[in-house]
C-alpha cells in the first residue's frame, strides 16, 4: 500500500526586507537632495535678477518723465551702482532729493556691472573729488534715448543678467548661465 504524503505548502510572504527599503531611502534622498541644489541654491542670482527688474523699471520711469517734464536726464554708471543726473544751468546734476526714484542705486556686494554704449566700451569711475559727472546714457525730452547694453555679473553666481536698451527706450533682458 503506497501512501501519499501531501505536504502543505504556505503562500510565501510578499514584501520587502529591511535592506531594500534603506535603499530605495536612501535613493529618493539623494535625488531629492540634487533637486534642492538645483532649483534654488543662488541668491546671489535672485538679486542680480531683481536688480536688472528694477533697472528695467527706472530707465520707463525716467524716460517717462524726460517727456512730460520736458528735462533732460542721463545715467551715470559706475561698476557697483548708477546714478541718475538731471540737466541743469550748471550742467548734469544729481537729482533733487524730493525724487526719490532718480537717486543713487548701489549693487548688492560682490555684484558688478560692465557697460557698452554704441559699441564701445566706456570707463566706468566714480564721480571725481569736484563731483563732476560724466554720463555715460542720455534720455532725451523727445523720448529717444542713448542705446546701450548691461551686463549684471558675479564672480560667485554662475548667472549673467543682460540687458539691452533700445534708442526708443525699449528694454530687454535675458539671463545666461556661464559654467
Do not use: C
Not at 141 to 146: A, D, I
Not at 153 to 177: A, C, F, K, T
Request: charged share 25%; aromatic share 10%.
Amino acid at each position: 500500500m503506497r501512501r501519499t504524503m501531501f505536504v502543505r505548502r504556505t503562500p510565501r510572504q510578499a514584501g520587502f526586507t529591511l535592506l531594500e527599503l534603506i535603499v530605495v531611502l536612501v535613493l529618493i534622498g539623494i535625488i531629492f537632495w540634487f533637486a534642492v541644489l538645483s532649483l534654488g541654491g543662488d541668491k546671489l542670482a535672485e538679486a542680480m535678477e531683481q536688480e536688472t527688474r528694477r533697472l528695467v523699471a527706472l530707465i520707463s520711469l525716467a524716460n517717462d518723465e524726460a517727456v512730460i517734464r520736458g528735462d533732460e536726464i542721463a545715467i551715470h554708471f559706475t561698476d557697483t551702482g548708477y546714478r541718475f543726473v538731471v540737466l541743469g544751468p550748471a550742467g548734469w546734476g544729481i537729482a533733487p532729493e524730493a525724487d526719490r526714484l532718480l537717486k543713487e542705486y548701489e549693487l548688492p556686494h560682490s555684484v558688478r556691472l560692465s557697460l557698452e554704449v554704441e559699441g564701445e566700451t566706456p570707463e566706468l569711475i566714480p564721480p571725481d573729488e569736484n563731483n563732476s559727472l560724466s554720463p555715460q546714457v542720455f534720455i532725451l525730452s523727445s523720448g529717444e534715448m542713448t542705446p546701450f547694453a548691461a551686463t549684471l555679473w558675479s564672480d560667485q553666481s554662475r548667472y549673467r543678467y543682460h540687458l539691452v536698451v533700445s534708442q526708443l527706450g525699449e528694454p530687454e533682458w535675458d539671463i545666461e548661465e556661464v559654467f
